[in-house]
C-alpha cells in the first residue's frame, strides 16, 4: 500500500475583495460564454459544440498546468484518483454540457440560462439531501420561488426566433434538458470539494476535462448527426472553449474552494439578464417585456433567499476534502 504525497491547499483568505473581483470576471465569461453558445449551437450540433469546447479547455488547462511545476505535481494527483476524475466528468461535463447544449438548441441561450440559474437552490437541496445542509424554512422558500420563475420563464419565452428544434414538446424537453444538466453541476460542484478540494483549484481539471472530452466525443458520435465540425465554425469554438470557459471554470473553482458551491452557483443569478440585453442591443429580440422582468426579478429574489445564510466551507469539517478525499480512488 502506497501512501500519497500530501499537497497543501492554497492558504489564500477569502477577501471581500478578492471574492468581488473573481466574482465579476465570473459573471462576465459566463454571459460571453453563454451567448456564443446560443449562437453556434444554430450552425453546429450542439453535442459537437460541448465536446470540441470540453477539448480546447483541456488543451488550454493542460498548458498552464505544466507551466508551473506546483499545478503540475497536484495534477498527477489528482489524475491518480481515477474513480474521482471519471464521476466529476461524468456529472460536471457530460451531463451538464449534455444538457445545456442541447437545452439552448431547443428553448435559447436566456431560457436555458434562467434554468440554470437554479444552481444555488438544485444545491441547496443536493446539499441537504447528501452533503449536510442544514433545512432552514427560508431557503426553502427560495427555493420555491425561483424555481417556479425559472420554469414559468422556461415554458413562455423558450421559443426565440432560429432554434434549431421546433415543433411540440419541445419547449417541454428543452427545460427538462437544462434542468437534468443543473442537477448534474449541483452534484459536481460539492463533489468536486470532497474529492479535490486539497489541491490547487486548477490542477485536477487537465484530467478531469480531458475525460470529459472523449465521452462527449463517444456520445456525439453514438447520436445520428451529433456530430459533425463547419470548419467555419471552428474559430468560434476554439474562441468559446480558450477564452471563455478554460477561464471561468478556474474562476468557478477558486470561488468554490473560497466560499462553497451554494455562494458560487449563485453569481450566476444575473447571467440570463444580461443574455437577454446582449440580444435585444444586437436586434436579435424584442426589448424586454414587463411580465419577463417580473420573472427575472422574481427568480433572483428566490436565489438570493436561499444563499443569504451561506457561510464559507469549514476544511476542518468532518466532510471536508482533506478527510474524505481518500473515497474518490
Same mark, same amino acid.
Given at each position: 500500500m502506497t501512501t500519497r504525497p500530501a499537497?497543501?491547499?492554497?492558504?489564500?483568505?477569502?477577501?471581500?475583495?478578492?471574492?468581488?473581483?473573481?466574482?465579476?470576471?465570473?459573471?462576465?465569461?459566463?454571459?460571453?460564454?453563454?451567448?456564443?453558445?446560443?449562437?453556434?449551437v444554430r450552425e453546429v450540433p450542439p453535442l459537437t459544440v460541448a465536446a470540441v469546447r470540453t477539448a480546447a479547455t483541456?488543451?488550454?488547462l493542460t498548458l498552464i498546468v505544466l507551466a508551473r511545476p506546483v499545478t503540475r505535481a497536484a495534477a498527477g494527483i489528482a489524475t491518480g484518483r481515477v474513480r474521482a476524475v471519471v464521476l466529476l466528468a461524468v456529472f460536471g461535463f457530460l451531463l451538464y454540457y449534455?444538457?445545456?447544449m442541447l437545452g439552448i438548441a431547443r428553448i435559447g441561450a436566456a431560457a436555458t440560462g434562467m434554468v440554470v440559474g437554479l444552481l444555488p437552490c438544485v444545491t441547496f437541496l443536493v446539499g441537504l439531501a447528501a452533503f449536510g445542509e442544514r433545512l432552514r424554512a427560508a431557503k426553502l422558500a427560495g427555493?420555491?420561488?425561483?424555481?417556479?420563475?425559472?420554469?414559468?420563464?422556461?415554458?413562455r419565452h423558450g421559443t426565440p426566433p432560429g432554434l434549431t428544434y421546433t415543433g411540440e414538446g419541445t419547449v417541454?424537453?428543452?427545460?427538462?434538458?437544462?434542468?437534468?444538466?443543473?442537477?448534474?453541476?449541483?452534484?459536481?460542484?460539492?463533489?468536486?470539494?470532497?474529492w479535490m478540494g486539497d489541491l490547487p483549484a486548477i490542477a485536477s481539471l487537465p484530467a478531469i476535462t480531458g475525460v470529459a472530452t472523449v465521452l462527449l466525443l463517444v456520445l456525439a458520435a453514438l447520436v445520428p448527426g451529433g456530430l459533425r465540425l463547419p470548419l467555419d465554425q471552428l474559430p468560434a469554438l476554439l474562441l468559446?472553449?480558450?477564452?471563455?470557459?478554460?477561464?471561468?471554470?478556474?474562476?468557478?473553482h477558486e470561488l468554490v474552494l473560497l466560499r462553497g458551491?451554494?455562494?458560487?452557483?449563485?453569481?450566476?443569478?444575473?447571467?440570463?439578464?444580461l443574455i437577454r440585453g446582449a440580444e435585444w442591443a444586437l436586434g436579435s429580440a424584442p426589448f424586454f417585456g414587463l411580465g419577463e422582468l417580473a420573472l427575472f426579478a422574481l427568480a433572483a429574489t428566490g436565489?438570493?433567499?436561499?444563499?443569504?445564510?451561506? !457561510? %464559507?466551507? /469549514? +476544511? &476542518?469539517?468532518?466532510? !471536508? %476534502?482533506? /478527510? +474524505? &478525499?481518500?473515497e474518490a480512488q
Open positions: 499537497v497543501a491547499a492554497p492558504a489564500t483568505a477569502a477577501s471581500p475583495v478578492r471574492v468581488t473581483v473573481l466574482t465579476v470576471i465570473m459573471v462576465g465569461l459566463l454571459t460571453a460564454g453563454w451567448f456564443l453558445s446560443g449562437l453556434l483541456f488543451a488550454a449534455a444538457g445545456t427555493v420555491v420561488l425561483a424555481v417556479g420563475a425559472a420554469l414559468a420563464y422556461g415554458l417541454i424537453t428543452g427545460v427538462a434538458l437544462a434542468l437534468c444538466g443543473t442537477i448534474a453541476y449541483a452534484v459536481y460542484g460539492y463533489s468536486y470539494r470532497v468559446l472553449g480558450v477564452v471563455f470557459t478554460a477561464p471561468v471554470f478556474f474562476v468557478s458551491p451554494l455562494f458560487t452557483n449563485s453569481v450566476a443569478v444575473c447571467v440570463p439578464f436565489v438570493l433567499i436561499t444563499v443569504r445564510t451561506t !457561510s %464559507p466551507p /469549514s +476544511r &476542518s469539517s468532518p466532510s !471536508s %476534502p482533506s /478527510s +474524505r &478525499s481518500k
